[in-house]
């Protein structure tokens, strides 16, 4: 896991929000609790990693890939 976050550069806020998605799938508002990110922040974060291929929303519940 550490070798993914390295190899991707992944920011300190990225990095939450795989590790928040390791064992489950989680809904926006399970992530902006335990990232306790702003709505915007996570929002444009969430979409930055989605275009990134890191993760993706599935039935209104994000999923690492």
Do not use: H, P, V, W
């Not at 939450?16 to 609790?33: G, P």
């Not at 990110?37 to 519940?61: H, P, V, W, Y």
């Amino acid at each position: 896991e550490n070798k993914t976050s390295s190899r991707l550069n992944l920011s300190a806020n990225e990095n939450k929000i795989i590790e928040a998605l390791k064992n489950e799938a989680k809904t926006f508002d399970e992530l902006q609790y335990e990232t306790k990110s702003d709505f915007t922040a996570l929002t444009q974060m969430l979409m930055a990693m989605e275009l990134k291929d890191l993760i993706k929303n599935q039935g209104g519940r994000y999923i690492r890939l």
